[in-house]
């Protein structure tokens, strides 16, 4: 069963456009964290978001926490090439992290 | 600071046969997790120790088991392979369990295939 789910599974754009991958979940997570993974590399983590509602920017890539604590959303602008991998969120109950099912990115030169 | 390692990267074993997986923390980092991923499934969490101590375990079957070692050391162990136990086994390090903000970093991870 997985708590959380990722959309799109897969998306591929060409530099330069905007993007947004979604995190859902049914369950109240006390904080949710977004990683991004590269071939044969080890997830690295991005941003962690704790307060419901919490917007919080990295340079191009902006992350929202939901209202409710169920959900998140990270939009990246401008895509780059450099931005190409699978991006994940995790959810954290109790002292547990639950990963969501991954979104591939690909950005085309 | 070094990263988080484990060895092997790469591992090919048979059905009916065991493998133990070896992952080094960061140092000073005392918390280690187990992941299994895979492109079905995702990342699961298997299991976390603590201080030699397992404090969390995921829905895994008993044929899947650690330890950890006084210097944060761990080591994870499956019995019997089955062909679905081929995956990406990751590790992830962290200074101490349970804060929310708690950054996990992951080694590259083991690549078993079960034949």
């Known amino acids: 069963t997985q708590l959380l789910e990722q959309s799109p599974q897969f998306l591929s754009i060409q530099e330069g456009e905007n993007l947004t991958v979604y995190c859902n979940s049914s369950?109240?997570?006390?904080?949710l964290q977004w990683y991004r993974q590269e071939p044969g590399e080890g997830p690295v983590l991005l941003v962690t978001v704790v307060t419901g509602g919490e917007v919080k920017k990295l340079k191009r890539l902006t992350f929202q926490f939901g209202d409710a604590r169920k959900d998140s959303s990270l939009h990246i602008t401008a895509a780059q090439p450099g931005d190409t991998g699978l991006y994940l969120c995790a959810g954290r109950t109790g002292n547990q992290f639950y990963f969501g099912t991954g979104t591939s990115l690909t950005v085309i030169p | 600071k070094a990263g988080v390692t484990q060895t092997p990267r790469y591992l090919i074993k048979t059905r009916g046969q065991q493998v133990t997986l070896s992952c080094s923390p960061i140092?000073?980092?005392?918390?280690v997790s187990w992941y299994q991923q895979t492109p079905g499934q995702g990342l699961q969490f298997l299991f976390e120790?603590?201080?030699?101590?397992?404090?969390n375990k995921g829905n895994f079957p008993g044929r899947f088991s650690g330890r950890q070692f006084s210097n944060s050391r761990s080591e994870m162990n499956v019995s019997t392979l089955e062909l679905g136990d081929s995956a990406l086994y990751l590790c992830?390090?962290?200074?101490?369990?349970?804060?929310?903000?708690?950054?996990?970093?992951f080694g590259p991870g083991t690549r078993l295939t079960v034949l």
């Open positions: 120790y603590f201080s030699e101590t397992q404090r």
């Open positions: 369950s109240v997570f006390s904080s």
């Open positions: 140092s000073g980092h005392r918390s």
């Open positions: 992830a390090s962290s200074l101490a369990a349970g804060h929310q903000y708690n950054e996990q970093f």
